[in-house]
């Protein structure tokens, strides 16, 4: 009961932080436009939890990498991951929220595509970081978590209820328990410093996908020279097949 009191306190407190937000930056006029009606209308329809689960959005260099669902959870093992995988709705204009967070640099979020306009950030949550999520969901498409301690199956599953409620994804930078897909960074290469000079120009990773069967391991562009996230060679190895060679 004490629980959801502190979700139900936790989701006036990100509506009340948004509209003095719009309303300190003028974002509301005397004549809303038809996009900012629709927008509201979603917001609503996400409070009231009457919302329909759907496709998200993603970045051209990640439709063939996985396909996000409202509804569902996914763990990555490091930001850059987080970051590109909430670049999509963004860009589509979604609303964005970052919990727990605090070494998560700004700039670079608006260096993957992320909108910082649409984007609510509690940096320290605390132990209130699981209502604070839960509180984001109600505006938010997605949200980003890092954990200060491991999620428990309870704690997730209860989450998981209210992304399925709210129309929402949820990333989590570390473990989630029955995670609907984890992403994981086995290889690392950074472009463009030779011989102990230069300037770091771009990053090549392989990333391992796991999403209900067989692992797949897929090589990636994070960013690429042009700063966009791009498959590399549009190359896709099977995990056991890259691991037997």
């Not at 974002?27 to 496709?55: D, F, K």
């Not at 990053?203 to 996230?229: E, K, N, T």
Request: charged share 20%; net charge neutral.
């Amino acid at each position: 009961m004490g629980q959801d009191r502190a979700i139900s306190n936790a989701c006036v407190s990100v509506v009340l932080t948004i509209l003095e937000y719009m309303f300190d930056y003028k974002r509301v006029s005397s004549q809303p436009t038809p996009s900012r009606i629709h927008e509201l209308q979603q917001r609503v329809q996400r409070m009231q939890g009457s919302a329909i689960s759907r496709s998200l959005e993603s970045v051209p260099g990640l439709s063939g990498v996985i396909q996000l669902r409202t509804g569902e959870a996914y763990a990555v093992d490091s930001p850059s991951l987080a970051m590109a995988l909430a670049a999509g709705p963004s860009q589509a204009g979604e609303w964005i929220g970052i919990v727990g967070a605090p070494d998560l640099g700004l700039e670079a979020a608006a260096g993957f595509g992320i909108d910082l306009e649409r984007t609510v950030v509690v940096p320290r949550p605390g132990e209130l970081w699981l209502s604070v999520t839960a509180g984001l969901l109600d505006v938010a498409a997605m949200v980003i978590v890092k954990p200060p301690v491991p999620a428990s199956a309870q704690q997730a599953e209860r989450l998981k209820a209210r992304l399925r409620m709210k129309d929402a994804a949820l990333v989590c930078w570390g473990e989630w328990p029955r995670s609907d897909a984890t992403l994981t960074v086995t290889e690392s290469s950074w472009h463009g410093l030779e011989r102990g000079h230069g300037r770091l120009t771009a990053r090549s990773v392989v990333v391992s996908v796991r999403q209900g069967g067989a692992a797949r391991r897929i090589q990636l562009w994070l960013p690429g020279l042009d700063q966009q996230i791009a498959e590399l060679d549009h190359v896709v190895v099977p995990l056991a097949m890259a691991q037997a060679g």
